[in-house]
């Protein structure tokens, strides 16, 4: 039963894949790590020093220092000392950085609620089950 939940599991990784890609086509102005860095600190919903960030996204904090300094340029993101310690840095979305991302989600939400009506009343209601059930047993799985 495991390895059959495991085949499944992994089946559903393209699929999943694939179809976000293709709601998320054309909603991202900024380049791919650009689009990461500002996605994971939106997801955060606070100020993060870069040690924080690198960890989260599994990049070299020399590869970060470069993207950052990008984003502050472009507005989105603002830097601001530490004040548990003064030699860190924290980073936090600027109004324009979580505008971009907010832009980007309501455009997401918009393609797939599109894709819904190619779906009966009742397969919605069996995808919206496994859906649920697939969240909620992932989570368990995780704790």
Do not use: C
């Amino acid at each position: 039963m495991n390895e059959e939940i495991a085949k499944e599991y992994i089946a559903l990784i393209p699929n999943l894949f694939g179809s976000f890609s293709e709601l998320n086509k054309d909603s991202v102005e900024l380049s791919h790590m650009q689009n990461h860095v500002i996605e994971f600190m939106y997801m955060q919903q606070r100020a993060l020093n870069l040690k924080e960030i690198s960890t989260g996204l599994n990049i070299a904090k020399q590869q970060l220092t470069n993207i950052i300094r990008d984003l502050e340029v472009g507005g989105y993101l603002v830097k601001m000392p530490d004040p548990k310690d003064k030699r860190a840095v924290l980073v936090s979305l600027t109004p324009a950085g979580k505008e971009i991302e907010d832009k980007k989600w309501t455009k997401i939400y918009q393609r797939f609620s599109e894709n819904l009506t190619k779906l009966s009343d009742e397969e919605k209601l069996d995808l919206h089950f496994a859906l649920h059930k697939v969240n909620v047993l992932l989570k368990k799985m995780e704790d």
